[in-house]
């Protein structure tokens, strides 16, 4: 799993702000930034496994799945988006 040179879309919150969709409009904020203004092709999101929360933050940006590695021992779930 090489991706030289990919953007990777992430987001990480303290747990008091989970649960009230700041990650979902932060994520379609950047995702949209990054297609419309910056044209990057691509935008990739790594998730540790069994993070089913930004999973679901990655699909509702337009992600899907694209492989499971393993990396320095850490299971991840690798999402990818295509600049339309």
């Known amino acids: 799993m ?3 040179g990919a953007a990777e879309l992430g987001y990480d919150f303290r747990s008091d702000f989970w649960n ?4 979902s409009e932060a994520a379609l904020a950047v995702r949209d930034y990054a297609f419309d203004i910056l044209q990057l092709p691509q935008l ?9 929360v930004s999973r679901r933050v990655a699909e509702k ?5 694209a492989e499971e590695f393993t990396r320095y ?3 991840y779930w690798k999402y990818v988006i295509q600049n339309p």
């Open 61 to 65: 940006v337009g992600m899907t799945f």
């Open 2 to 4: 090489e991706e030289e």
């Open 44 to 52: 990739i999101s790594l998730i540790r496994l069994g993070n089913l």
């Open 73 to 75: 021992d850490i299971c």
């Open 20 to 23: 009230q969709g700041y990650a």
